[in-house]
């Protein structure tokens, strides 16, 4: 089987479906809620922890086919493989992306082993084979990365737009963005502002960065 892709996507005010109201929903949900989606939960009965879930719509009672309008994305993940299977069959017939939790084969697409620190994501898949051997080269990830990773991504993030402006060749700003995030990372700190006026001049004088 080839490999999945590992698409990054916007789910900000998207309307997502979860079909299920147990364990392994209410696991996927809290695994997509920090990345801003509507969701609507269906199912008979929902574990008590739903409620605590801010923003999402309890809905107790059988999925129907109507729940599907208008939907971003859909989850199914009941205990029923077979209403599973139903609901990624109707989601393929209205080209709306499905992961059924229960099956690779009824999935267009995965949850992958997920890191978040601020602004950075990460998503180790292992395209539905060995759950854990994702989540095990997710730990890893989690131990090589700075404890103050989300400081060094917001001095990133706003050194951009003054280096758009000073440095205006393009891959020259390419080059020195690079090293000012190794740099960054390997200090495991943002750097001071003589570090980077140091890099800045050495770019402007057209030396390695």
């Not at 440095?167 to 690079?178: F, K, M, Q």
Request: net charge negative.
């Amino acid at each position: 089987m080839m490999a999945y892709f590992p698409f990054f996507v916007d789910l900000n005010g998207k309307t997502g479906l979860i079909v299920g109201g147990g364990a392994v929903a209410l696991r996927k949900a809290r695994k997509l809620l920090p990345y801003g989606p509507r969701l609507t939960v269906v199912a008979p009965a929902l574990r008590p922890e739903f409620q605590e879930l801010e923003g999402v719509a309890l809905l107790r009672r059988p999925f129907e086919e109507a729940d599907l309008e208008g939907c971003g994305f859909a989850v199914a993940a009941t205990n029923d493989r077979g209403l599973n299977h139903r609901v990624a069959e109707l989601c393929k017939e209205r080209r709306i992306p499905v992961n059924a939790a229960d099956s690779r084969e009824d999935s267009t697409f995965l949850f992958p082993a997920l890191l978040r620190r601020g602004e950075l994501s990460v998503g180790v898949s292992a395209s539905g084979a060995s759950p854990a051997a994702a989540a095990w080269v997710r730990d890893r990830f989690a131990q090589a990365l700075p404890e103050n990773l989300e400081e060094i991504l917001e001095f990133l993030e706003d050194v951009r737009e003054p280096l758009r402006q000073a440095v205006p060749d393009g891959e020259t700003r390419r080059r020195l963005l690079a090293s000012l995030a190794v740099a960054c990372m390997e200090a495991g700190r943002p750097l001071t502002e003589a570090e980077l006026g140091r890099r800045l001049a050495d770019a402007e004088r057209g030396e390695p960065v």
